[in-house]
């Protein structure tokens, strides 16, 4: 079922009496699962009262995490909603969405910048290097056994010395990778 907006278009979602929920964008019935997907994939999206017209975006939101909470994806504290809890009505109300919302913005640029940091010092990794030659020598040696086979050179597009050469300089890379993987362990 596509729920993608045309152009960065917020989709409407008209909710009906009988609690069902209705895509306007696809003209189909949905469930808070699919809104929840939306989100996920960042389709925009507002609920409306099918009767009223009132936007009840913020309340089917709320809807979708006490569904997942009430699941077995907990993902919010009991302290940190009790402390949430204890805002309402507190002089700091009115403060704490644009708070809470510039924190998990925060949050997830951080998320962005550890996930590249770690796929940049995989590249640095002497173990993710050997994981690779480990992947190359498996290659030479299915080449040996299976001439031609799909992501091997084939032998007729080799001289025997070539691969001899490359199959020595296989070795001499292992036998680096392990003399510095014993070093690593001591």
Do not use: C, W
């Not at 009430?70 to 504290?77: D, E, K, T, V």
């Not at 009505?89 to 969405?97: I, K």
């Not at 597009?157 to 070795?171: F, M, N, Q, S, V």
């Amino acid at each position: 079922m596509a729920h993608t907006a045309k152009d960065g278009e917020t989709v409407i979602i008209k909710k009906y009496a009988n609690r069902r929920l209705y895509n306007t964008r696809t003209s189909s019935y949905i469930t808070l699962d699919h809104l929840a997907q939306m989100v996920k994939e960042n389709i925009d999206f507002q609920v409306i009262d099918a009767k009223t017209g009132a936007d009840l975006t913020h309340t089917i939101l709320t809807q979708i995490i006490m569904d997942e909470e009430a699941g077995a994806g907990q993902m919010l504290p009991t302290n940190f909603l009790r402390q949430l809890i204890s805002m309402y009505g507190n002089s700091m109300q009115a403060l704490l969405p644009g708070y809470l919302e510039a924190s998990m913005d925060h949050f997830r640029e951080n998320q962005v910048k550890l996930r590249k940091a770690i796929e940049d010092s995989i590249g640095a990794n002497p173990l993710a290097q050997l994981a690779q030659r480990n992947m190359e020598i498996f290659k030479a040696a299915a080449s040996a056994f299976v001439p031609g086979a799909p992501g091997t050179p084939s032998a007729a597009a080799k001289p025997a010395a070539d691969e001899a050469g490359e199959l020595a300089t296989l070795r001499q890379q292992v036998e680096e990778m392990q003399k510095k993987l014993d070093k690593l362990v001591k």
